[in-house]
């Protein structure tokens, strides 16, 4: 039943310029630094020995701002193919429970954010490669740089896709998420408890995996939440 | 009898107003139901909790004999709906839109062609539904409910929005179901013109409640002829008749006689003729079903 809700689901997006904004994502973060080492190359050099965390370091103080407001974008675009006119109670009166229906927003609204890492991995690779920043290509610390603000965003759209399912007006989770993308672009003055800044990988530990791993369990339990939410109202 | 649709004590309040109260709605295995009553009597709501997209505040909805509470998903593989306005994706086309559905229903692929032929949107099945008029959104909606070939289809004001001749082949399609696939229709209306020409049996609901449930003949029943009666003076004419014992009502206009038959009426006339009153003209008027509706519902109002 899942698997069909989800293709159904991915049918749904045709033509929303989702897959376009899965791509811009990605390029983006990655031009800025296109941008960056373009103007001031030797400058950025001279800053640290390890040209090549530098440059991770660098993409990586735009990823969570681009990582935050995708989500908050795709999270209500979903929610507003359903509310359009108003498909909520056709898709539930259809032999599917309600909580597979969410399931399936999620997961598709997943699939698409982590196709955007996947992206990005390549891009941060590809351009690092260009620019000649050493031999010794880290590629673990490329891949955690990729995949890691993912799964630390988790909470946040687990967050915004309740808020945008069981709203009628979606300026309230757009509102809400474009407070979210200030706390993410803010979070180095932030405490660690906050979920927007968990993207950033930064924490007084000083591993990134913890972020991670926070993630999932936080946004774990914020689906859930939102999934039970979804599930006890009634569709109007 | 084998019931499709029962609930029992059905209510439903929204805060502390209650939308529908205490409805027992029972509907045969075959028929066409007509589900009757003005704008805002609680059809909408009632038939939301038919299909588990309400929960009822109490009571209980049982479909094909199973109670909807614990079995919802089984229970609405048999089932196809289309609740008030038509539900699409704009930005998809018409077979998309149905291919949406598809994919949870579980039906062939050919299902989809058949349905579009069925409700004649075979032509335009290739483009986006954000161009289609209302009408050809509807037909999609209703192709939709029947995707599945469900036992029991639930339509909310099915032909809102449809053309005259839209409205025809509808009925056809309508009254063609039960016979054809052995479906059993739930039509809701607040037209009683339209439901009188395709149900079999009707029910209809006022602030909540179902004032009356039976099969469409016992209502027309209710339709029968009375008689009035145009004399000089009216008030005179009904206090004689009164006095002799006849049943009468005083209208505006005219006197109103209360006869079971022929011959009651040629009494009363030759009564009032020995009596001495100019009798102007006798006719008979018939009690149209929408009188019967209106009265119904006044009186549910009044009370």
Known sequence: MILSLVKADFLKIKRKGMWLLCLIGPFGVVALQMVNYGVRKDYLFDQMDDRWLYYILNINTFTPLAIVLGIVILTSFMASIEDETNAWKQLVALPVSKRAVYLSKFTVVSCIVFLSSVLLFLFMLGYGLTLGLGADIPYLRIIEYSFLPFFAALPVLGLQLWVASVSKNQAIPVTLGAVGVILAYSAPLLPDWVIWKWPALSNDWDHSYINALLGIGFGLVLYVLGMIDFKRRDVK | ?303
Do not use: C
């Not at chain 2, 109260?21 to 028929?31: D, F, Q, R, V, Y």
């Not at chain 2, 839109?97 to 598809?102: D, G, I, K, W, Y």
């Not at chain 2, 909606?141 to 070939?149: E, K």
């Not at chain 2, 009468?248 to 022929?262: H, K, N, R």
């Open chain 2, 1 to 303: 009898m084998e019931y499709i649709v029962e609930t029992k004590h059905l209510t439903k309040s929204f805060g502390k107003e209650k939308a529908v109260s205490n409805l027992e709605m029972k509907i045969p295995k075959g028929e066409i139901y007509g589900f009757l009553g003005p704008n805002g009597a609680g059809k909408t709501t009632t038939i939301r909790m038919l299909l588990g997209l309400m929960r009822p505040t109490s009571g209980s909805v049982q479909l094909f004999g199973k109670d909807m509470k614990n079995n919802r998903i089984e229970i609405l593989k048999n089932v196809g709906s289309l609740v008030e306005n038509p539900s699409y994706y704009p930005h998809l086309t018409a077979k998309e839109n149905l291919e949406a559905s598809r994919k949870i229903l579980n039906v062939p692929k050919k299902r989809i062609d058949e349905v579009l032929q069925q409700v004649r949107l075979h032509g335009v099945a290739n483009k986006k539904v954000k161009g289609y008029s209302l009408g050809m959104k509807q037909r999609l909606g209703i192709a939709a409910a029947m995707l599945h070939q469900p036992e029991l289809l639930i339509l909310d004001e099915p032909t809102n929005g449809l053309d005259p001749s839209g409205i025809i082949e509808m009925r056809q399609l309508i009254q063609s179901l039960p016979k054809e696939y052995g479906m059993t229709v739930l039509i809701s209306s607040h037209l009683l013109s339209e439901i009188d020409q395709m149900a079999t049996r009707v029910g209809v609901v006022s602030k909540g409640k179902m004032i009356f449930q039976d099969s469409i003949e016992t209502m027309r029943k209710f339709a029968q002829a009375s008689i009035q009666v145009k004399v000089n003076d009216n008030e005179a004419a009904w206090r004689s008749l009164l006095a002799n014992g006849q049943k009468a009502d005083l209208g505006e206009e005219s006197v109103t006689l209360q006869a079971e038959d022929d011959e009651q009426v040629a009494a009363s006339i030759r009564y009032l003729v020995q009596q001495g009153f100019s009798i102007y003209r006798v006719q008979e008027e018939k009690r149209s079903l929408e009188n019967i509706f209106l009265e119904m519902t006044k009186e549910e109002q009044a009370g």
